[in-house]
């Protein structure tokens, strides 16, 4: 057992601490008005309210007497900020369809393909010219959304707020940014572009070292590692009266540090799941959400690839001084994190609370988030999770690994199976110079694969998640029902299929099971 010494814990003191609203939107963010509309409870989702469009400007709507009466007076349902478009780039028969040898899986990719047509959007000029009436941000190029209630497209604006609506502008997503630039040169090799796109990665890089990091001292030596952590005290517009419902009962001071627990976990994307309640192992609620106490293993893990990525770009375009600054950066990051969130009797690394000074054990994907960035400095470690994954119980579903093994309710937590997740473990597994390492890849490819094809065979519909148990069954739990599109369902199979379409099969082939088999036959016949 390591013991270390903490002489710095990152929590919010309240009394110091300034706190700042959701956005500056009296309509959307603060005020009367959001409180009495969301806690009347007129619409199944508080999401469906601060979406919708004003008819006229706010300072002639804030006097009123029925709810619904004056809504439908000065408000248009959501959905009006956008036109149809078709992404200009988009082909009808692209070449990853031909690498994929199942006819089955191959027909699925074709129509999969075919729903980028459907999530695409162009935001009307009224948006940009009337920003007072929309809480939609409006963008200069047509966006991509990921379906259902999210209607707006994702992690954007200036420091990158979590999506593109005012009442996101105070909280972050985690920073995928300069892996998307990767994936651009890498199709372009375009370094003209790269040079314009350095700016605005550095940019996003100082907001999180400027404002989400911590300084940790272990035996002697300081540690700078990352968390997720808004200063918004407030419920958030989006689930208003489910923060609202969720703080009753407590002091002024504890409902402060509630909201921004609760803030700070959408921020992380795990909203929510017991990963981030005070013991984690599910005995406490979603009331002792504390996000902020905790060093998540994959957030440090991006940032170390982020930084690599950096310093590898700046390189690219002849800036050997920036190079080599993140170059140390990352040097310093890896110590850290494996100083910090490596637990070398367990054989993998774990989230690290800043309360207990100690590692959080519980099982997620994420825990392996290093394989995936790699950021570990020996091939052993590699092996060595590659064994606590196996030892974990987490590969024994069909249907793909879920978030955790704690039935916690939360929509983040078991029985719940995420794309990213299954992305993510994936890639790392595929990484690992093992033969065993890239057959569990691929395995899990397999599974996840069928999974989907096989929701969408009985539901016609992809899904944001997926539950574990049963056969191809959407996800469920949380503060929202299963969401259908869905942006990055769509993106990991057709990912999977581009990468492992020479040998992923349909589900009339996949298994001998005589019981699969009879179940894949009679789904097929209700087609």
């Known amino acids: 057992m390591r013991l270390f010494l903490l002489s710095f814990v990152a929590t919010f003191p309240l009394a110091k601490c300034t706190f700042y609203p959701s956005c500056e939107s009296e309509i959307y963010c603060t005020g009367e008005i959001l409180k009495q509309v969301q806690m009347a409870k007129l619409y199944d989702d508080d999401k469906y309210f601060v979406d919708m469009k004003l008819r006229d400007a706010p300072e002639g709507t804030l006097n009123f007497s029925q709810l619904r009466e004056f809504l439908n007076k000065y408000f248009e349902p959501p959905e009006q900020e956008f036109e149809p478009w078709i992404p200009l780039d988009w082909k009808e028969n692209p070449q990853f369809l031909l690498r994929i040898a199942d006819k089955e899986l191959r027909d699925w990719a074709e129509k999969l393909h075919n729903l980028w047509k459907s999530l695409g959007c162009k935001i009307r000029a009224g948006v940009k010219e009337h920003p007072e009436l929309y809480s939609l941000i409006s963008t200069p190029h047509p966006v991509v959304v990921p379906g259902g209630r999210f209607r707006e497209l994702y992690y954007w604006y200036g420091f990158v707020p979590n999506g593109g609506r005012v009442y996101y502008e105070r909280r972050s997503q985690p920073p995928f940014l300069t892996l998307m630039v990767e994936s651009y040169y890498q199709a372009t090799k375009d370094r003209s572009f790269l040079r314009t796109a350095l700016p605005v990665l550095e940019k996003e890089y100082k907001f999180w070292m400027e404002n989400r990091s911590v300084v940790v001292a272990v035996g002697g030596n300081q540690y700078l590692l990352n968390r997720y952590a808004v200063q918004v005290a407030q419920p958030r517009p989006e689930s208003y009266s489910d923060d609202v419902e969720l703080a009753e009962g407590l002091t002024e001071e504890a ?273």
């Open 255 to 527: 409902q402060q540090q509630l909201y921004m627990e609760m803030n700070s976990g959408a921020e992380s994307g795990w909203d929510f799941s017991s990963r981030w309640f005070l013991d984690g192992q599910g005995q406490n609620s979603l009331k002792d959400t504390r996000t902020s106490h905790i060093l998540p293993v994959d957030l440090n893990a991006l940032l170390c690839r982020n930084e690599g990525l950096l310093a590898s770009f700046h390189r690219l375009v002849g800036e050997t001084t920036s190079a080599e600054h993140y170059e140390k950066a990352r040097g310093e990051r890896l110590k850290a994190i494996e100083a910090l969130l490596w637990d070398p009797e367990r054989n993998s690394w774990f989230d690290y609370s800043l309360v207990t000074n100690t590692s959080r054990t519980a099982f997620h994907p994420t825990n392996l988030a290093p394989l995936w960035a790699q950021c570990y400095s020996t091939p052993s470690m590699g092996e060595q999770a590659l064994q606590y994954l196996e030892d974990s119980g987490a590969l024994k579903y069909q249907n793909g690994v879920p978030s955790s093994m704690t039935a916690s309710g939360q929509q983040w937590d078991f029985p719940n199976a995420w794309p990213p997740l299954q992305h993510m473990l994936i890639e790392g597994l595929s990484n690992l110079n093992t033969t065993k390492a890239k057959e569990v890849a691929f395995d899990l490819a397999q599974r996840w694969i069928r999974t989907n094809w096989l929701a969408y065979v009985k539901y016609g519909h992809m899904y944001e998640k997926y539950s574990v148990e049963g056969d191809g069954k959407p996800g469920g739990g949380g503060e929202y029902e299963v969401q259908l599109g869905f942006g990055w369902t769509n993106g990991v199979a057709m990912q999977l299929l581009d990468q492992y379409g020479d040998k992923l099969s349909g589900c009339t082939r996949l298994s001998s099971s005589f019981a699969l088999g009879l179940l894949c036959i009679a789904l097929l016949t209700c087609l």
